[in-house]
């Protein structure tokens, strides 16, 4: 039985939780883990770590991560026209922005981040460029700035206000039927709440032959800071990133033929060999490939020409081995991302069917 339903996939992507300010998210992981595992505790910077103990056939020391936070704003001050003024907090995309509906703070407070009306379009520039993003202001629909302050404080974050929606011709599903292996996804944040819900489908399965630590992590998207923390106190003997990745097989001027995109949607999970702040050691990567073909588990690797994730946050005191295996998902760090659910559950499955046979490698 799998712990993942379609309510829980939606309440994973649609709850805000911005870098440093993962409380809500970590709590709906947590009241949801908890039949599954030994022990749940969160420390002091707010990673969630998962405990599950294992068989007793293997004396290893395992982590799987993925990380809790999404790119999002802060509010920095208030207008006196009602106007919230912004700082990012993680890499958005500011070309996806323009007109898309937020919400800020602990009360979810609707708002949308204001555009100039096309009628006005005099000086060319400001419509055939991207906005820069501490320019961007919004609009909760405030009369002035005392009406503002009453719902809204400097320092609420703020993040995209997307429903999960599964795409193409399906059955009516109900909130609790079981994740289709099939089909494609679009919502907020699947970076990296598709690996937060493969961690949790992971921790609920049956013990591995060795203690396995689950960390959901906080603060990746502003420099892999929870990892760093964590990597530190729990001291693996391996681990491995459960992430989101880029994904630009898109339709586009000639010169993108002649490179690969990162990833293909569809193509299977993404396994890095290399990124701009990792390399996975060989035997590990080689192990990953093994046990894909052994499975027959669809696979691809991500072209090494994009992104670094918590790996380089795990390893950094230690220098311990580390695998990523991410789900591409289009439009990353924009309002909506699309991504394939068979993606999504072959990388379950490979990471699930390596971690079984990892003792092989240290012996
Ligand atoms: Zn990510």
């Not at 649609?14 to 599954?36: F, V």
């Not at 002035?144 to 429903?163: I, L, M, N, R, W």
């Not at 702040?277 to 073909?293: E, G, Y």
């Amino acid at each position: 039985m799998s712990i993942l339903t379609l309510g829980l996939l939606r309440r994973l992507t649609e709850t805000p939780g911005g870098p440093g300010d993962e409380r809500a998210i970590r709590d709906l992981i947590a009241r949801a883990l908890y039949p599954y595992v030994d022990t749940l505790h969160t420390d002091p910077m707010g990673n969630l770590i998962a405990f599950k103990r294992g068989t007793g056939a293997s004396s290893l020391r395992v982590v799987a991560a993925a990380h809790m936070d999404e790119v999002a704003f802060m509010v920095t001050r208030i207008d006196d026209d009602g106007f919230l003024h912004v700082a990012p907090s993680g890499g958005v995309n500011p070309r996806t922005v323009l007109g898309k509906r937020v919400q800020v703070g602990p009360e979810h407070i609707p708002g949308v981040i204001a555009v100039r009306p096309p009628h006005l379009a005099k000086d060319r520039e400001e419509f055939t460029q991207a906005p820069k993003i501490h320019e961007l202001v919004i609009d909760i629909g405030a009369k002035d700035k005392e009406q503002a302050q009453s719902q809204v404080k400097p320092g609420h974050y703020v993040t995209f206000q997307t429903p999960f929606r599964l795409l193409g011709p399906h059955p009516p599903l109900d909130e609790d039927a079981p994740l289709p292996s099939t089909g494609r996804i679009q919502g907020k944040a699947l970076d990296d709440r598709l690996g937060c819900a493969a961690l949790m489908e992971l921790l609920a399965g049956e013990p591995f032959p060795f203690d396995f630590y689950g960390v959901f992590t906080v603060q990746e998207e502003i420099g892999l800071r929870g990892a760093r923390v964590a990597g530190n106190r729990l001291q693996p003997d391996v681990v491995f990133i459960l992430e989101g990745t880029v994904c630009p097989d898109l339709p586009g001027p000639p010169h993108h033929k002649t490179t690969p995109p990162t990833t293909r949607l569809g193509h299977g999970p993404a396994i890095t060999q290399v990124d701009r702040s990792h390399i996975v050691p060989p035997r590990l990567l080689q192990h990953l490939l093994r046990t894909a073909q052994t499975h027959g588990i669809p696979y691809q690797f991500k072209h090494p020409n994009a992104g670094g994730t918590d790996a380089a946050g795990f390893t950094r005191f230690r220098g311990e081995p580390a695998a990523i295996i991410a789900t591409p998902c289009r439009y990353i760090h924009s309002p909506v991302a699309i991504a394939d659910l068979g993606d999504f559950w072959h990388g379950i499955h490979l990471v699930r069917a390596s971690l079984q046979t990892l003792d092989a490698l240290f012996l």
